[in-house]
């Protein structure tokens, strides 16, 4: 019964994702409106406070480390927005997904990495400091990669307004991460006297908008789950399959001749594997109108979050038992 607690506690994460997607799925209704007030608008102003959360944890050191490990950081980004964004696309045609479903496809490997890659590299016993400074890199990179890589690779599923698409990344991240900059900056001191306190309840707040949205955007696209959702999740499992494998075993080759260890693999891994589904949701709502463009990035960022808790868990055991092993 220990070890069965002890599991359950570990993967709590993953678990409460697949709980919120089965509620909303099983009770679609209940999640589409509240007192008058469509759920699905409210899922830019969750996105929104995720972001200003996380510009609250950023400092100028964050950016000065990518002069520190611009290897890693390259490559990270290099996969993101170059091989991610294709993979999306050969899923979407190989799959037979056509319109806003396989331009929703596309649309989950064109976002930047995800918050919850954070959480997740201290999990793993990652290098959590790299992990910030790439989320940072390619969040700040995706009002440019993105519209391009949607206009390049969706545009002959659906219309792509670029422009609307990076305006709507610079309202929906760009400015929360910034206005939460600007408040680490003037409250440093009790940023920093309360590090730990501020990290836990930012983490919570991430987790909770996270499930929040999965609610909320599988609830409308219930029907099209129904119809086409065994398509929908070997997409989203060789999607973030390909993601932890090109990111780790890249990273290594890249370590040959560059100094990056088992660390910094583990840490490209999680960032290229788990994209930041809610801001694909935030842009299919926003952006290209449509629930069923939003369905790919709630089922992939369902199974992203499920595998990457997993994933930190055995490779968190690993690092525990080579701690053992080299006192032995």
């Known amino acids: 019964m220990e070890a069965l607690f002890s599991f359950l506690k570990r993967q709590a ?107 997740i590299a201290f999990l793993a016993k990652a290098d959590v400091a790299l992990s910030v400074t790439m989320t940072c890199c390619s969040t700040l990179l995706s009002p440019f990669v993105t519209p391009f890589a949607m206009k390049v690779l969706a545009g002959c599923f659906v219309e792509i307004d670029a422009m609307k698409m990076m305006m709507e990344i610079l309202k929906v991240v760009i400015v929360p991460i910034a206005a939460g900059g600007l408040v680490h900056a003037l409250l440093k001191r009790q940023f920093e006297a309360h590090r730990a306190a501020c990290d836990r309840v930012l983490s919570l707040l991430s987790m909770t908008g996270i499930c929040f949205t999965i609610l909320v955007l599988t609830a409308p696209s219930r029907d099209t789950f129904a119809s086409a ?30 100094r990056l260890g088992e660390a910094e693999a583990r840490t490209v891994a999680i960032e290229v594997g788990m994209q930041n589904g ?25 199974w992203m979050n499920f595998s990457g808790s997993v994933l930190a868990n055995w490779w968190s055991r690993r690092s525990e038992e080579n701690m053992v092993g080299c006192r032995s």
């Open 13 to 119: 994460f993953g678990l409460a994702i697949l709980a919120c997607a089965a509620i909303a799925f099983a009770f679609p209704a209940a999640f589409k409106e509240w007192c008058g007030v469509k759920l699905m608008s409210l899922v830019v102003p969750a996105i929104q406070v995720i972001m200003f959360g996380m510009g609250t944890t950023l400092s100028v050191a964050d950016f000065l480390r990518v002069a520190k490990r611009p290897w890693a950081v390259a490559t990270g980004v290099f996969l993101q927005f170059l091989v991610m964004p294709v993979v999306g696309f050969l899923l979407a045609k190989g799959l037979g997904f056509s319109g806003e479903l396989a331009a929703g496809c596309v649309l989950v490997g064109s976002v930047a990495g995800g918050t919850a890659s954070n959480v």
């Open 229 to 258: 959702g065994v398509a929908i999740v070997a997409a989203a499992v060789i999607h973030n399959t390909v993601g932890y494998l090109s990111g780790y075993w890249l990273t290594r080759l890249v370590g040959r001749f560059a």
């Open 278 to 302: 809610g801001m694909a949701g935030a842009l299919a709502v926003g952006v290209l109108n449509s629930a069923v463009a939003a369905l790919p990035a709630n089922v992939f960022s369902i």
